[in-house]
């Protein structure tokens, strides 16, 4: 058995490997738990759905999306969105009954990604499109662009490691890092830049050490990737100066070479100004969006493109010291989450698994043997273009998301330098030290422990309660006592405005409450020793005009605490459900919850569900 194992191909083991854990992430893994995974999910299927290009109004960005997301989604994006929120699997089989209904629409924003290129998303489109012309579920569309996508990253990564002539235990322990197959099995722009990068890499590292001509075949294959990677990122376009690495011996001649280079160059450049000036169309500040619609769209609040650009190019050695500060100030955070912090950049492994993650990769860079071996130069250009493009990331976070003048880019997370990293590592190959051992010897289990602690710590984030009491209620407005207040499902709490009850319109039972301009507050609970960190979810049904659900703070340490939910008109009843955590300490404070309407038309509100988790 152990020989049969040391006698395994490499990409052979990324296969095997990778079918395995992608089986097991994808059962620990709610739907929509990736970085932004929820307005990935509205654009790609936008782009299934027919509108290759971004919708926008005068202050909002997004698009038209079937109101059946909106059930399907509800408990997901609240675990996205809160640390401590967690699933029964009961919640992930209920998700299976939201059945696919693309006919009824409602425009979303979802600014921060209707703006990316569909080569982003093209292999979770092709699921999502097969899969919308029959009758299915929501889940059934959301994992067949989970499905799709991995397939493709699969396939792309099994010839990479097949076309690279060096170094394919390093590539293969480093393309199944956690981080790479999580943001794989989810909706991401980042999976399709990675197979781009890494498919490049590998036809250029196998032409240089190849004496064979370069044909037409592989120049277009060369143009075509470098033209998907200007559509869906074009930082990564910097990767264009590896090609030469490529000897010149290997064209017919120097005119040869260049000239293909350059007209290369010249399409890539021209596709994406074209895509960019789509970009630039429908860039919306934070400031002139619709405030109504600003809650979680994912735009910075104090990001100025124009402003930030201005000030970079007037103001020096500026963005040097930016770079410097965003590499040295905390390189935690990119070297953890290069290979593996989940969630929302928030559930991480043992940091001693991080630190002997790259003890194990720099081990297999520098002991695992190759024939051929980079020289000086080739590796100078390795390093140049990958400082360039990290330092290119950094400059389009810092114009689309940091504060003008901020002088450091807080949120480099790494899993913008999967395609970067690998540039680094091999710098290490050497023809002098060298150990005679296969490197599955360490592969392997190393790949077992990561995964292991990697599945542990996403199971027991989602799964696992971890509230130390709670609080709950629940009331249907049926009953009221003699002062006129609601009876709740907890003896020890009523609820206030029973004069509001009235028979028009229910959800259950024979009544709901009315809210109107001149009664404009209902289901009142005021409450004491609400704490920092507390999770508090709160669900009430709603028909009429636009309503809100409200939590409101009084008193020492908890002044202008004000957190509401709001919910459109609709002529029908809907489900409102509103789930946070408590930034502010108000133990000692009143805190008032309501349903409230601050419009000119009535509405109704029906069976309230309200709970209080507090956590040691």
């Given at each position: 058995?152990?020989?049969?194992?040391?006698?395994?191909?490499?990409?052979?083991?990324?296969?095997?490997?990778?079918?395995?854990?992608?089986?097991?992430?994808?059962?620990?893994?709610?739907?929509?738990?990736?970085?932004?995974?929820?307005?990935?999910?509205?654009?790609?299927?936008?782009?299934?759905?027919?509108?290759?290009?971004?919708?926008?109004?005068?202050?909002?960005?997004?698009?038209?999306?079937?109101?059946?997301?909106?059930?399907?989604?509800?408990?997901?994006?609240?675990?996205?969105?809160?640390?401590?929120?967690?699933?029964?699997?009961?919640?992930?089989?209920?998700?299976?009954?939201?059945?696919?209904?693309?006919?009824?629409?409602?425009?979303?924003?979802?600014?921060?990604?209707?703006?990316?290129?569909?080569?982003?998303?093209?292999?979770?489109?092709?699921?999502?499109?097969?899969?919308?012309?029959?009758?299915?579920?929501?889940?059934?569309?959301?994992?067949?662009?989970?499905?799709?996508?991995?397939?493709?990253?699969?396939?792309?990564?099994?010839?990479?490691?097949?076309?690279?002539?060096?170094?394919?235990?390093?590539?293969?322990?480093?393309?199944?890092?956690?981080?790479?197959?999580?943001?794989?099995?989810?909706?991401?722009?980042?999976?399709?830049?990675?197979?781009?990068?890494?498919?490049?890499?590998?036809?250029?590292?196998?032409?240089?050490?190849?004496?064979?001509?370069?044909?037409?075949?592989?120049?277009?294959?060369?143009?075509?990737?470098?033209?998907?990677?200007?559509?869906?990122?074009?930082?990564?376009?910097?990767?264009?100066?590896?090609?030469?690495?490529?000897?010149?011996?290997?064209?017919?001649?120097?005119?040869?070479?260049?000239?293909?280079?350059?007209?290369?160059?010249?399409?890539?450049?021209?596709?994406?100004?074209?895509?960019?000036?789509?970009?630039?169309?429908?860039?919306?500040?934070?400031?002139?969006?619709?405030?109504?619609?600003?809650?979680?769209?994912?735009?910075?609040?104090?990001?100025?493109?124009?402003?930030?650009?201005?000030?970079?190019?007037?103001?020096?050695?500026?963005?040097?010291?930016?770079?410097?500060?965003?590499?040295?100030?905390?390189?935690?955070?990119?070297?953890?989450?290069?290979?593996?912090?989940?969630?929302?950049?928030?559930?991480?492994?043992?940091?001693?698994?991080?630190?002997?993650?790259?003890?194990?990769?720099?081990?297999?860079?520098?002991?695992?043997?190759?024939?051929?071996?980079?020289?000086?130069?080739?590796?100078?250009?390795?390093?140049?273009?990958?400082?360039?493009?990290?330092?290119?990331?950094?400059?389009?976070?810092?114009?689309?998301?940091?504060?003008?003048?901020?002088?450091?880019?807080?949120?480099?997370?790494?899993?913008?330098?999967?395609?970067?990293?690998?540039?680094?590592?091999?710098?290490?190959?050497?023809?002098?030290?060298?150990?005679?051992?296969?490197?599955?010897?360490?592969?392997?289990?190393?790949?077992?422990?990561?995964?292991?602690?990697?599945?542990?710590?996403?199971?027991?984030?989602?799964?696992?309660?971890?509230f130390s009491s709670k609080i709950e209620f629940y009331c249907d407005a049926e009953k009221i006592d003699e002062n006129g207040l609601l009876y709740t499902?907890?003896?020890?709490?009523?609820?206030?405005?029973?004069?509001?009850?009235?028979?028009?319109?229910?959800?259950?039972?024979?009544?709901?409450?009315?809210?109107?301009?001149?009664?404009?507050?209902?289901?009142?609970?005021?409450?004491?020793?609400?704490?920092?960190?507390?999770?508090?979810?709160?669900?009430?049904?709603?028909?009429?005009?636009?309503?809100?659900?409200?939590?409101?703070?009084?008193?020492?340490?908890?002044?202008?605490?004000?957190?509401?939910?709001?919910?459109?008109?609709?002529?029908?009843?809907?489900?409102?459900?509103?789930?946070?955590?408590?930034?502010?300490?108000?133990?000692?404070?009143?805190?008032?919850?309501?349903?409230?309407?601050?419009?000119?038309?009535?509405?109704?509100?029906?069976?309230?569900?309200?709970?209080?988790?507090?956590?040691?």
């Amino acid at each position: 058995m152990l020989i049969k194992l040391f006698k395994i191909k490499p990409e052979v083991f990324f296969i095997y490997s990778a079918l395995f854990f992608a089986f097991l992430l994808n059962i620990v893994t709610p739907p929509l738990q990736a970085p932004d995974e929820l307005n990935h999910f509205y654009r790609a299927y936008q782009i299934a759905d027919g509108y290759f290009l971004p919708e926008r109004t005068v202050d909002r960005l997004g698009g038209q999306i079937p109101v059946s997301f909106e059930e399907y989604i509800e408990p997901f994006n609240n675990a996205a969105t809160n640390l401590k929120y967690t699933f029964d699997k009961k919640d992930i089989l209920k998700s299976l009954d939201v059945q696919f209904d693309g006919e009824l629409t409602e425009f979303k924003d979802f600014p921060s990604t209707a703006s990316y290129s569909p080569v982003s998303y093209f292999p979770q489109v092709i699921g999502m499109f097969l899969v919308k012309q029959f009758t299915c579920n929501v889940a059934a569309l959301y994992y067949a662009g989970r499905l799709f996508s991995f397939i493709f990253w699969l396939v792309t990564m099994f010839f990479v490691i097949r076309l690279l002539p060096i170094y394919k235990w390093l590539f293969t322990l480093i393309i199944l890092l956690p981080m790479n197959l999580y943001v794989t099995c989810a909706f991401s722009a980042d999976g399709v830049n990675n197979c781009l990068t890494f498919l490049f890499l590998a036809l250029v590292l196998k032409h240089i050490f190849s004496e064979n001509k370069i044909t037409k075949k592989d120049l277009f294959a060369f143009f075509i990737i470098l033209s998907f990677l200007a559509l869906a990122k074009f930082i990564y376009i910097i990767y264009i100066v590896l090609l030469i690495l490529i000897p010149a011996n290997n064209f017919k001649s120097n005119k040869h070479r260049f000239g293909s280079f350059l007209i290369i160059f010249s399409i890539i450049v021209f596709v994406f100004i074209g895509w960019s000036r789509v970009y630039m169309a429908n860039s919306i500040k934070i400031s002139e969006y619709n405030q109504d619609y600003i809650y979680n769209v994912g735009l910075s609040p104090c990001a100025d493109y124009v402003a930030q650009k201005e000030y970079i190019l007037t103001h020096g050695f500026y963005f040097f010291k930016v770079i410097y500060h965003s590499i040295f100030n905390h390189p935690q955070t990119f070297l953890k989450s290069y290979i593996g912090v989940f969630g929302q950049s928030d559930v991480f492994i043992p940091n001693w698994v991080y630190v002997l993650s790259y003890l194990t990769i720099l081990f297999i860079a520098i002991s695992e043997s190759n024939k051929i071996v980079l020289v000086v130069k080739q590796k100078a250009v390795l390093f140049f273009v990958a400082f360039s493009a990290f330092s290119l990331i950094l400059l389009s976070i810092h114009l689309m998301w940091d504060c003008v003048g901020e002088g450091v880019v807080d949120i480099v997370q790494g899993r913008y330098l999967i395609p970067i990293f690998p540039l680094l590592f091999i710098l290490f190959s050497n023809g002098k030290f060298r150990l005679n051992y296969h490197p599955i010897i360490f592969i392997l289990p190393f790949i077992l422990l990561i995964y292991f602690y990697s599945f542990k710590v996403i199971y027991e984030r989602f799964f696992v309660e971890s509230f130390s009491s709670k609080i709950e209620f629940y009331c249907d407005a049926e009953k009221i006592d003699e002062n006129g207040l609601l009876y709740t499902s907890n003896a020890e709490i009523k609820l206030e405005n029973g004069n509001l009850q009235t028979l028009e319109e229910h959800v259950s039972g024979n009544h709901s409450i009315q809210l109107s301009p001149s009664n404009q507050y209902g289901f009142t609970y005021k409450f004491k020793n609400l704490s920092l960190g507390d999770l508090v979810e709160i669900e009430v049904f709603k028909k009429g005009g636009p309503g809100q659900l409200v939590v409101a703070g009084k008193g020492e340490g908890c002044q202008d605490f004000f957190i509401n939910n709001k919910s459109p008109k609709s002529n029908d009843w809907r489900k409102m459900k509103f789930v946070f955590t408590m930034t502010k300490n108000c133990t000692n404070s009143d805190v008032t919850f309501f349903v409230w309407n601050p419009n000119d038309e009535k509405n109704y509100f029906d069976d309230i569900k309200f709970c209080i988790k507090k956590f040691n």
